[in-house]
């Protein structure tokens, strides 16, 4: 059965802080890991890594997968308050288009 | 394009009764997945469809669970009967073949009593 970890499952921090959230996987026939972010409400994508060592950046969000670790980190850089939520991972095998999450890390950016 | 549209937002329900939660897809993805999401357990995958056709249901918890797809524009997930540790939030999400990520719905509370 497939499995995503995530840590830590929480986490506290003040603005202009650097976090780095991580994910781990167990994933047959690993095709892709996936980040998304979910607020009040549904989840919404951030970054879909697929190579080992690529960094994928969006502003202050970036993320990197290391497929011999079987894991990815999501780091956020100087930290603001509307970063605030939810931080999912999920892997994506290569035999269906199901994705398995993560509990997710939930961040807290107090001012 | 209005997204994913799910109904009703909530619902609070009590044990024993049944319950009917429904799902739009955006038009022209042809998956779309079923999720449940809890504290103790996250977002955990109970069944998707691909062209209206039921793929994988493995992560449906039991029989009381059931799901439905009649056409390309509607899902239902039906709870009969319910109960209270079916209490979370159900979430329904599409793609497009060969798109990476998921569309999400707003999301369902339910909250069985």
């Known amino acids: 059965e497939d499995k995503v970890v995530q840590s830590p499952l929480s986490l506290v921090v003040h603005e202009g802080d650097t976090v780095t959230l991580n994910c781990s996987y167990e994933?047959?026939?690993?095709?892709?890991l996936l980040w998304y972010k979910q607020e009040k409400k549904a989840p919404t994508f951030l970054f879909m890594l697929?190579?080992?060592?690529i960094e994928k950046k969006s502003g202050r969000l970036s993320s990197i997968l290391d497929k011999k670790e079987l894991s990815s980190i999501l780091n956020i850089t100087a930290t603001q308050t509307g970063d605030s939520a939810i931080y999912l991972c999920a892997g994506k095998g290569g035999s269906n288009y199901k994705l398995t999450f993560g509990k997710g890390t939930l961040l807290t950016v107090n001012p | 394009d209005a997204g994913v549209i799910q109904s009703p937002r909530h619902e609070v329900t009590e044990m024993g009764q049944e319950v009917t939660l429904r799902c739009k897809p955006i038009?022209?993805?042809?998956?779309l997945f079923w999720y449940r999401q809890t504290m103790m357990r996250g977002l955990e995958l109970l069944i998707y469809f691909n062209n209206n056709v039921p793929i994988d249901d493995s992560g449906m918890p039991e029989d009381r669970f059931s799901a439905k797809m009649p056409n390309a524009s509607f899902s239902t997930l039906k709870i009969q009967p319910s109960e209270p540790r079916d209490s979370a939030v159900y979430f329904c999400?599409?793609?497009?073949?060969?798109?990476?990520?998921?569309?999400f719905g707003s999301g369902t509370r339910l909250t069985v009593v």
């Open positions: 697929t190579s080992s060592g």
């Open positions: 038009s022209g993805h042809d998956y």
């Open positions: 994933v047959t026939n690993f095709r892709s």
């Open positions: 999400a599409s793609r497009p073949t060969g798109a990476y990520g998921y569309t």
